[in-house]
């Protein structure tokens, strides 16, 4: 039985360009750079010779490689434009500028062809009269930018010795709603059972509806009490909170992400309003007592005056018998 041996690998490079940042793994033929460049951007050549029987595989890799991934936050309905600083790049060496979106999802393709000064755009529709690129400079303005239009855009200066690509990952977040703050339940003021004393609670709900990314928090002045999050999925928030009525302090409601932010101050007077009747709204279990209480005091009474009648008639009656006798 015949095996297929590799004779030998072939990487046609110059290692020079390199400076000893190469490295071939002898058993898989995989090649490792180190350290890359933006210079290192090119088309790679492997050859691999195969024996018994006698073969030759050649492969080619496109390998791109991009400055610093530059980061762009920006809020729905904003415009921005990309720009490329190109002082280094001498115009007649530029054969084509490419603008193209990453992942492939959406479809984004705009090519200027420096020798016809022609410009092509290949985009879906969503990107309908709402993109332009100066030729000049090769920037690329977004018009009235959408939270879908987020993703990596990969720019390219295609030379005819070397090319120059650059990529900006833009982060589109939606409009941030203001919070609603609306009340639980109240407690209205009902004795203490300790000390007597009239304390009034008052819960309070402050939500935001379809937002992501975002996170809603309870401040009391300047200090958080309470957070909660959300990341991709487009869900509804709340987040519970509970007052004092008395209390002067200032609390507010915040919903914020990584660009803006929205507040709801909360007026204590406003959506903790009092009860008018101070009995019929305490807790059942606060009523409950209030209402034995009474029995026990109601009945205690009856029972005292009863024994005080009975005890005031077997008095007169002791009297007048001994009247009798001493007659």
């Not at 350290?35 to 492997?46: A, E, H, I, K, P």
């Not at 008395?246 to 803006?260: A, D, G, L």
């Not at 409950?288 to 009656?317: H, P």
Request: glycine residues 4%; contains cysteine; aromatic residues 8%.
């Amino acid at each position: 039985m015949f095996r297929t041996l590799i004779f030998f690998c072939l990487w046609h490079l110059v290692d020079q360009k390199f400076g000893g940042r190469l490295r071939m793994d002898r058993q898989t033929g995989s090649l490792t750079i180190r350290n890359v460049r933006t210079t290192d951007s090119g088309l790679y050549q492997r050859d691999i010779i195969y024996y018994n029987p006698f073969l030759q595989e050649t492969v080619l890799f496109n390998v791109t490689v991009y400055d610093a991934v530059k980061t762009v936050l920006l809020t729905e309905g904003d415009s921005v434009t990309l720009h490329i600083n190109v002082t280094d790049i001498h115009r007649q060496d530029i054969r084509y500028i490419q603008w193209r979106i990453e992942p492939e999802n959406t479809l984004l393709d705009i090519i200027f062809d420096n020798g016809t000064s022609d410009i092509i755009y290949y985009h879906d529709e969503i990107f309908r009269n709402r993109l332009q690129m100066d030729t000049q400079t090769g920037s690329l303005t977004i018009r009235n930018i959408r939270t879908t239009d987020s993703g990596l855009y990969a720019l390219q200066f295609i030379r005819l010795v070397k090319s120059l690509s650059v990529l900006f990952n833009i982060t589109v977040f939606a409009s941030l709603p203001i919070p609603v703050i609306i009340r639980g339940s109240t407690q209205c003021p009902c004795p203490s059972s300790s000390s007597g004393s009239l304390v009034s609670r008052c819960s309070l709900l402050c939500s935001v509806l379809n937002v992501s990314h975002v996170t809603l928090s309870w401040y009391k002045g300047n200090s958080v009490l309470s957070s909660i999050s959300v990341s991709d999925l487009s869900i509804s928030l709340s987040l519970p909170l509970e007052v004092e009525y008395q209390e002067k302090n200032t609390y507010s409601c915040k919903v914020n992400n990584p660009i803006s932010d929205q507040s709801t101050h909360l007026n204590i007077t406003e959506h903790c309003q009092l009860c008018p009747d101070s009995v019929h709204c305490c807790g059942f279990t606060e009523a409950v007592i209030r209402l034995v209480l009474s029995g026990v005091v109601g009945v205690a009474t009856v029972i005292m005056v009863v024994y005080d009648i009975r005890f005031r008639r077997a008095e007169k009656k002791r009297r007048t018998q001994s009247q009798s006798v001493v007659e």
